[in-house]
């Protein structure tokens, strides 16, 4: 029998790369990373009365009188669902389904380890829709109409790996619909990490938010929350840029006409245009964009925030070569990484415990501070919290509320 490729679509590990064979050995072993636990044990008839039949029938006649108390007698009051569609996963791009399956197992993981929330993963399959040429417009209803059904067993919605543009429009009308917790991380939770990030960078390179130009290197769903949140937070110089070049206001798609007006300088063109005199650049696009010779032409002690996995727009020893003072990425391996991770999990730990029901921006921005103050002296190679630092879901979960 031939042996099977293991490669991934653009940006993953190649085919028979030891971290590649070693995942696939250890997820092959688990089968799965997510466990379902009884919190009372059954065991015997009279457990067994209780928590199932004939006991638990008085629960649900009680809950079904009072369905504002279900999150104090069910799951629901400390389950997460982790809800994706396949069609941006990581950097493999649109494969399903099932391939963002061991992503979202990986997610709900991570709640449980670092803020001890319970979350399950669920994939939606699209492909019936694509088979019969559904519109765009209905696929979107049809994953936003299969959430809200679903919503009740659950006290929050995190949603992630739903390509842009339909993302946005997905994210609003189930948080419009429902009374919990709803959040795009891909968007949000990027947002809140870039923020904390920048907050003690600029200190770093003694800027200020307000004055400072940023340029941000991808209009998705990362690039787009990130821009607004800045917004919020005081940013008032914002230019951003996508394949075509600088998003203008004659683009089609509406979150780039929007995004068009944090540009207050009217600057026109493509990535060397926007760089110029530039004091900030926040990739979150593709590998290999951005030059040495392009940081040049950014004003001194230049930040970069170079987020693309796992091949950044630029590798930090050639940003640092172009004059920036201060390098992030998404990758462990090098100082400053902006991992989600640092916010997600007490986004929903706070939504949780605090009964938030909408995750508002003036919330975000209180994440965002919570999570830079945890570097006491922030320097060039240390401006953001490790992500295995366990105060940060402590620090975020005491903010939402």
């Not at 940013?235 to 075509?244: C, E, G, P, Q, R």
């Not at 979150?255 to 944090?262: C, Q, Y």
């Given at each position: 029998m031939a042996k099977k490729d293991v490669s991934s679509a653009k940006g993953g590990p190649p085919s028979g790369g030891k971290l590649a064979q070693t995942a696939l050995a250890l997820h092959k072993k688990l089968g799965g990373k997510i466990r379902i636990m009884p919190a009372a044990p059954v065991r015997n008839r009279a457990d067994l009365s209780l928590v199932y039949t004939p006991g638990v029938a008085a629960v649900s006649s009680y809950v079904a009188k009072y369905p504002q108390e279900a999150r104090d007698y069910t799951i629901k009051g400390r389950m997460v669902a982790v809800i994706s569609d396949g069609s941006a996963v990581l950097g493999l791009g649109n494969i399903g389904a099932l391939g963002a399956l061991p992503v979202m197992e990986g997610k709900c993981a991570l709640f449980k380890t670092f803020a001890g929330v319970d979350a399950f993963p669920i994939v939606l399959d699209t492909t019936p829709l694509k088979l019969r040429s559904a519109s765009t417009q209905e696929e979107i209803d049809f994953i936003v109409q299969t959430v809200i059904a679903i919503a009740p067993a659950f006290g929050g919605?995190?949603?992630?790996?739903?390509?842009?543009?339909?993302?946005?429009?997905?994210?609003?009308?189930?948080?419009d619909a429902l009374d919990i917790p709803v959040m795009h991380d891909d968007q949000h939770g990027t947002a809140i990490v870039v923020l904390a990030g920048m907050i003690n960078a600029l200190k770093v390179v003694g800027k200020k938010m307000s004055s400072a130009k940023f340029v941000i290197l991808g209009a998705g769903a990362a690039g787009t929350a990130t821009a607004k949140l800045l917004h919020v937070a005081g940013?008032?110089?914002?230019?951003?840029?996508?394949?075509?070049g600088i998003v203008d206001s004659k683009r089609p798609e509406p979150?780039?006409?929007?995004?068009?007006?944090?540009n207050t300088r009217n600057v026109r063109g493509g990535l060397r245009e926007a760089l110029t005199g530039a004091d900030v650049l926040l990739g979150v696009s593709g590998p290999n964009l951005v030059k040495a010779e392009d940081i040049r032409l950014m004003a001194k002690k230049a930040i970069v925030f170079a987020m693309a996995n796992p091949t950044p727009e630029i590798m930090p020893d050639e940003a640092k070569r172009g004059g920036a003072m201060v390098v992030g990425t998404g990758r462990s391996d090098f100082p400053n990484q902006i991992n989600n991770s640092l916010a997600f999990p007490g986004i929903f730990r706070g939504a949780l415990d605090h009964g938030v029901t909408k995750i508002t921006d003036e919330m975000k921005v209180k994440a965002a501070k919570a999570i830079a103050a945890l570097v006491k002296k922030p320097t060039a190679n240390y401006v953001i919290p490790d992500m295995f630092d366990r105060r940060a879901p402590l620090a975020v979960a005491k903010v939402i509320r």
């Open positions: 919605i995190n949603l992630e790996d739903i390509g842009a543009p339909k993302c946005f429009e997905i994210e609003k009308r189930i948080s940013a008032k110089n914002i230019v951003v840029l996508d394949s075509k979150h780039k006409r929007e995004l068009a007006k944090f």
